[in-house]
């Protein structure tokens, strides 16, 4: 992958009922791959360059180890560096775009750029999107999008927040979303009956973990975004105006949403499944999860011609919020390695 990242002084941006003020602005710069990328999903393309010229190393995408596990944050087989023939006045001379993301509360505006990324959140099922969109527009005391700053089109590049069933469990997509789970645990011996616990009797103590993002983002952005969320957690349960409202962001478990690849015959020396992660902060999730299950996916796209030896999987875990710190830990360990 071809872009940098430069460094910048921490800007913060007023965030009503917050507890404290969170770093804005974090200058990445985008590959033309990327930028077509954005066009592909309807969200803008950069164009704008960032003040600073200091660059640091450039930030290569994860390549493969003798590791079982691998994480795919991006499209593989790709050739990145090919230039594009357009908005050249934006473009560095090694053909790169820069950007400054900032991060922002959720609200209605953001509607049509957030069901953009959610659109294959739920897999191929038939589910009540925008209702979905709607309850997490409205929820502006935990969630954050990402946007490019001063950008007119407002697009939305990455999402995160959490939701908690019991709260929204009257809500059409809440209650479509718990049967699908339901219905792809039936057939894991013993993962059913905790599923079933978790969304049933301990609902109220249980989130939905809601992360999507544009392929490619530059993964710099994750460990500040995945603090802010947890941040926002804390002090909601501390700041809510009512007791209510403070319960029910005093999460115990997480459910988290996935898509993975999953190797369709192991090698015979090989007694662990080969795995790809679509997002690497998947495989610190899986790791730290106290229990998980994969069920096949109906895919509607080729997989790229690395993977024509692996069956595209989803993959849904269960994380205790305890295991969070370690989480976070071990995220921003791996990003610094990267």
Known sequence: ?????????AKTLPRSKRRRQRPKSWPITFSPFARSLARMHSLPAPKRRSQNPNPTRPVMKPQSSQSSHHHLDGVV???????EHSESSDEDSDGVVQADFSFFDPK???FHGVKTLLQNYLYNEEWDL????ELILEQTTVGTVVKIEDDEDEGI???VTALNFYRYREHRCIV????????KAHQEKGVADKLRLLLVEQERDVALLVSQRMVNLPPQLLPPLYDALFDEVLWATEDEPTEELRNSFKFKHYIILSKVYVLKKAAENDSEERIIYLNIEDEILHKLSSWSFYFPLQSQQLAPHELRNYRSMGLIMAVEADKIPKFRQELASLINET
């Not at 992958?1 to 002084?9: A, D, E, I, R």
């Not at 087989?77 to 230039?83: C, L, M, N, Y």
């Open 176 to 183: 479509t979303l718990k049967d699908f789970l339901l219905h």
């Open 157 to 159: 590049f990455a999402l």
């Open 1 to 9: 992958m071809h872009y940098k990242v430069l460094k910048s002084n």
């Open 108 to 110: 209605p505006d953001d």
């Open 130 to 133: 925008s209702d979905f969109v």
């Open 77 to 83: 087989g790709e050739d990145f560096s090919k230039p």
